[in-house]
Structures are given as structure tokens and as C-alpha cells.
């Protein structure tokens, strides 16, 4: 399957990316994925998903997908975003695997703007990702040095400050990495 859904989370302005299951939308299709369940189970299942947020109309459809299919795959990713990603998010779009970045480095940092289209990286986000990536790589190899009887390896910490803050772009800011870290 080629097809990511792509949005804008409302709870922060980051995004994420919805892989939907082959399998999904393979019973989108077909239907009969809940057959054999109780009675009841599919009212269950709405109700589980309203109570998650989606909203009620999208939690309906998918159900009734899945209970007797019927569905192109274009209708199945239609039901799928309705009720994975609208009561998530805005700016809601279909892409292209290949569209999508794949460095996934600053991937928390990933943003659109207000109308959606590419992904790009807020280096003020970026920035914070790398100072916690560097801290945590020094804390696990000074870690690891204390555990052989080794002295911790000092790092210069203003300078890899510095260097974090000057970065112009998320190529520069991903090459900042402690001298202490190199070929160690």
C-alpha cells in the first residue's frame, strides 16, 4: 500500500502520519472481519470508539464497513481517516509514501503550515530533540565507562551549546554531535 494519511495534530501543531493496515482496508472491502462475535459486539465497538472521540457518524461507517465491506480503496482510506485522524487532527491529506521525509531524525520537530502541504522541521524543535539526544548519548557511554571502572569523558557542554544554537539548518544542527561521541 502506497498511501499514507498525513495531518496536522490539533494538540500540539506536529504531524503525523497514518499507515493504514492492508488488512483494513482488505476487510473494508469484503467485510465479515467481526462475524462470529457475539451480539452486540459492533454496537460495542461504536461505542468504545465514540468514547475514544471519533465522532459518532465515522465510528458508525466504520462498523458497518467492517461488518459487510462493500468498499473501493479510496472509500476505505475515506472511512479510515473520518475515524483515525479527523478527531485528531486538521490539514488531513493523502500521500504518497515517497512524499513523506525519510529521515526521521527530527521527526518530532516535523511541522506544516496552517494550510497543510509539505512537512518541514521546526529547528526551534529540532534544537531541544538534539540537545536530549546528545544528553542522553553521553549519560548511557559515560554509563557504560563507569561500569568497565573508567572515568566519565567530560564534554564541553557550552560548545555543543553553541553549536546547537548557531545550526542553520536541521543538516548542520543533526552533524552536531560531542567530540567525546566521535569513534567512540
Known amino acids: ?27 473494508l472491502g469484503s467485510g465479515g472481519l467481526w462475524a462470529g462475535r457475539p451480539r452486540g459486539f459492533a454496537e460495542r465497538q461504536i461505542a468504545s470508539m465514540i468514547a475514544r472521540g471519533v465522532l459518532p457518524d465515522a465510528a458508525r461507517n ?16 475515506a472511512i479510515i481517516r473520518d475515524r483515525d485522524c479527523a478527531h485528531l487532527g486538521r490539514q488531513i491529506e493523502l500521500w504518497d509514501v515517497d512524499d513523506i521525509p525519510s529521515d526521521r ?18 529547528l ?5 530533540i538534539q540537545w536530549q539526544r546528545i544528553k542522553a548519548a553521553i549519560a548511557a557511554h ?18 555543543v551549546g553553541s553549536a546547537i544554537r548557531h545550526a542553520r539548518d536541521s543538516d548542520e544542527l543533526r552533524r552536531v554531535w ?3 561521541l566521535n569513534g567512540a
Open 124 to 128: 526551534r524543535k529540532a534544537r531541544r
Open 178 to 180: 560531542p567530540e567525546v
Open 142 to 159: 559515560n554509563g557504560q565507562r563507569q561500569a568497565l571502572g573508567r572515568k566519565p569523558r567530560p564534554v564541553m557542554w557550552g560548545e
Open 62 to 77: 466504520y462498523a458497518r464497513a467492517i461488518v459487510l465491506g462493500g468498499c473501493s480503496t479510496q472509500e476505505a482510506l
Open 1 to 27: 500500500m502506497r498511501h499514507r494519511i498525513v495531518y496536522t495534530r490539533i494538540a500540539d501543531g506536529g504531524v503525523s502520519v497514518c499507515g493504514p493496515a492492508p488488512e483494513i482496508i482488505t476487510a
Open 105 to 122: 531524525w527530527f521527526r518530532d520537530a516535523w511541522s506544516r503550515s496552517h494550510n497543510g502541504g509539505p512537512i518541514v522541521i521546526d
